[in-house]
């Protein structure tokens, strides 16, 4: 017992630390995960909120651990990001995405776009918006189902791909989202660069919108500038009323959040917001 008390003492010198392994063990885990297809796809309604009307939903990954059970994204995404795994991730997804959207029109259910988290690795790949043709040619679907969203950071490195990529898009009729809006780059200048078809304001301003005025006068200014460049503005993490009549005071009706529906597994969101 004693040596082996020498040796373990010996590993913890030689820096192996219980962070390193626990994301060893999350790596090699993630690695079977995509290649047994661990993951699940939840929808969250997005909604127009002066009818009600769900007018397209988010998918959201979530991974189904074998051990452990249902974990979040923002415990494997950054590690996936790290090792390039978002990659796969992100192909598993769409796939996903568009599986759904064709067995709701074989089953002759109303399709709503369903928006898909892109990661700014993969978005500035050369050969994006190729992927996208070829999975919407594959399924026989139209551009106008598959929404995408991604972040100002994706946005502001390469210049050159990213108006080809988004070129390419809008050719495609799918259409892009800034998500997270206000986050990210101090300067709005992108918004007249690019060709984009709305922002999603992060819920960090909508949070207490109706109470807190420095949230209320930024989220106010966004919403502003968004509809003067004619994008869409949709407000995220929206959960009380109070938020809701401040954002639809501001003519703001595009919203996402618990208020109107928790993120959760496909054949409930069909119940709950396809059927009937
Ligand atoms: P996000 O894209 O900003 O997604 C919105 C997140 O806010 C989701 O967290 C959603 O569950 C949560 N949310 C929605 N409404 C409310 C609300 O009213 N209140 C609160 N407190 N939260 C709300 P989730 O599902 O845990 O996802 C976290 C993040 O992980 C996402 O943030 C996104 O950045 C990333 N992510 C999720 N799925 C994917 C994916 O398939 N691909 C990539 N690249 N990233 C993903
Ligand atoms: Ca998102
Ligand atoms: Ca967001
Ligand atoms: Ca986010």
């Not at 139209?142 to 809008?170: C, Q």
């Given at each position: 017992a004693k040596e082996l008390g020498r040796n373990m003492y010996q590993m913890y010198d030689a820096s192996m630390n219980v962070k390193n392994y626990q994301s060893l063990i999350l790596e090699r885990d993630l690695r079977k995960a995509i290649l047994n297809e661990e993951f699940i796809a939840y929808f969250q309604p997005r909604v127009?909120?002066?009818?009600?009307?769900?007018?397209s939903a988010e998918a959201l990954i979530r991974w189904n651990h074998p051990q452990v059970g249902l974990?979040?994204?923002l415990e494997f995404i950054p590690l996936a990001e790290e090792t390039g795994l978002?990659?796969?991730m992100g192909k598993w997804m769409k796939k996903r995405v568009c599986e759904q959207l064709v067995t709701w029109r074989e089953a002759g259910l109303p399709l709503v776009p369903i928006s898909v988290n892109i990661s700014s690795q993969r978005f500035l790949q050369k050969n994006f918006a190729m992927e996208i043709r070829e999975l919407l040619e594959e399924y026989k679907l139209e551009g106008k189902y598959l929404e995408i969203e991604i972040t100002e950071n994706s946005i502001m490195k390469n210049e050159e791909t990213v108006t080809k990529t988004l070129r390419e898009l809008k050719e495609l009729g799918v259409k892009i989202y800034i998500d997270d809006f206000g986050t990210g780059y101090s300067s709005f200048n992108y918004l007249k660069t690019f060709h984009l078809d709305g922002v999603k304001i992060d819920r960090s301003f909508i949070q207490n919108i109706s109470s807190?005025?420095?949230?209320?006068?930024?989220?106010?200014?966004?919403?502003k500038m968004a509809q003067h460049l004619k994008l869409d503005v949709i407000a995220e993490g929206v959960e009380t009323e109070g938020e809701l009549s401040y954002l639809l005071e501001q003519n703001c009706n595009e919203m996402q959040g618990y208020y109107f529906g928790r993120?959760?597994?496909i054949d409930e969101f069909e119940n709950k917001y396809l059927k009937g």
């Amino acid at each position: 017992a004693k040596e082996l008390g020498r040796n373990m003492y010996q590993m913890y010198d030689a820096s192996m630390n219980v962070k390193n392994y626990q994301s060893l063990i999350l790596e090699r885990d993630l690695r079977k995960a995509i290649l047994n297809e661990e993951f699940i796809a939840y929808f969250q309604p997005r909604v127009d909120a002066r009818t009600g009307k769900v007018t397209s939903a988010e998918a959201l990954i979530r991974w189904n651990h074998p051990q452990v059970g249902l974990i979040s994204p923002l415990e494997f995404i950054p590690l996936a990001e790290e090792t390039g795994l978002i990659i796969p991730m992100g192909k598993w997804m769409k796939k996903r995405v568009c599986e759904q959207l064709v067995t709701w029109r074989e089953a002759g259910l109303p399709l709503v776009p369903i928006s898909v988290n892109i990661s700014s690795q993969r978005f500035l790949q050369k050969n994006f918006a190729m992927e996208i043709r070829e999975l919407l040619e594959e399924y026989k679907l139209e551009g106008k189902y598959l929404e995408i969203e991604i972040t100002e950071n994706s946005i502001m490195k390469n210049e050159e791909t990213v108006t080809k990529t988004l070129r390419e898009l809008k050719e495609l009729g799918v259409k892009i989202y800034i998500d997270d809006f206000g986050t990210g780059y101090s300067s709005f200048n992108y918004l007249k660069t690019f060709h984009l078809d709305g922002v999603k304001i992060d819920r960090s301003f909508i949070q207490n919108i109706s109470s807190e005025s420095e949230n209320a006068s930024i989220t106010t200014a966004m919403i502003k500038m968004a509809q003067h460049l004619k994008l869409d503005v949709i407000a995220e993490g929206v959960e009380t009323e109070g938020e809701l009549s401040y954002l639809l005071e501001q003519n703001c009706n595009e919203m996402q959040g618990y208020y109107f529906g928790r993120p959760c597994p496909i054949d409930e969101f069909e119940n709950k917001y396809l059927k009937g």
